[in-house]
């Protein structure tokens, strides 16, 4: 059984930096891609980032393109996304999914992630 849990989220001032993990049991990470989605109240989920099985593969959307990234270590199952630069926008809950697929490419199509962890709170104030 696969299980997802992200974490590392907070209450952070604008301008700050805040890296999220991700890590999932039950599922060999350097086959699959993974990718954090985030959705703020009263909004659809928005993709965030995406990354491939190996890490050498890679799309961020625009919005944190430049503030953002994301890698994985899959030693340790684990992937992250490190925000800096956050801006009261990017309050929401974010999340962290698995494709599981035979396709190890990242992807920015949430329908492709089978599994999906419970969410972390990031609040962006001063």
């Known amino acids: 059984q696969v299980h997802v849990a992200a974490s590392g989220g907070g209450l952070v001032q604008p301008g700050a930096s805040l890296t999220l993990s991700c890590t999932a049991t039950?599922?060999?990470?350097?086959?699959?891609?993974m990718g954090w989605f985030r959705q703020a109240p009263g909004k659809e989920r928005e993709f965030i980032a995406s990354i491939s099985g190996s890490g050498g593969s890679q799309i961020l959307s625009d919005t944190v393109k430049g503030r953002w990234a994301i890698s994985r270590r899959n030693t340790e199952n684990t992937v992250s996304l490190q925000m800096t630069d956050l801006k009261p926008q990017d309050t929401a809950v974010y999340y962290c999914?698995?494709?599981?697929?035979?396709?190890?490419?990242?992807?920015?199509?949430?329908?492709?992630?089978?599994?999906w962890g419970q969410g972390t709170q990031v609040t962006v104030s001063s």
């Open positions: 999914a698995v494709r599981i697929s035979a396709f190890g490419s990242p992807t920015t199509i949430p329908t492709e992630y089978k599994a």
């Open positions: 039950g599922v060999p990470l350097n086959t699959y891609a």
